[in-house]
């Protein structure tokens, strides 16, 4: 079964960034959306952007807004989240996850700790 591999995450001072990648390394599906979802220590999970992989059009949770943005290469199946102006409340571990005609195939979780 297909796995995800998710990359990027660590510790990082509040106003930071960091840029977390997702592959799906060999495979050969057909996509239609990336999207990136986060679950910090004792919330829900909610999803923090997505990324259509035929025209490019990005949605994004209001949380990201003006701070996050996504971008992808469909040839390498790859989609990166580039976060900005980090704050505490950004810490979760973040997990990707590719619909595709194929079904959804999900990414491990990568955590992110933003903290000074």
């Known amino acids: 079964q297909v796995q995800l591999v998710g990359s990027g995450g660590g510790l990082v001072q509040p106003g930071g960034s960091l840029r977390l990648t997702c592959a799906a390394p060999?495979?050969?599906?057909?996509?239609?959306?990336m999207a990136w979802y986060r679950q910090a220590p004792g919330n829900q999970g909610e999803g923090v952007a997505i990324i259509s992989s035929r025209d490019g059009i990005e949605n994004y949770a209001d949380s990201g807004k003006g701070r996050f943005t996504l971008s992808r290469d469909n040839a390498k199946k790859t989609v990166y989240l580039q976060m900005n102006s980090l704050t505490p409340e950004d810490t979760a571990a973040y997990s990707c996850?590719?619909?595709?005609?194929?079904?959804?195939?999900w990414g491990q979780g990568t955590p992110v700790t933003v903290a000074s």
């Open positions: 996850e590719f619909s595709a005609v194929s079904g959804s195939y």
């Open positions: 060999g495979s050969n599906f057909i996509i239609y959306c």
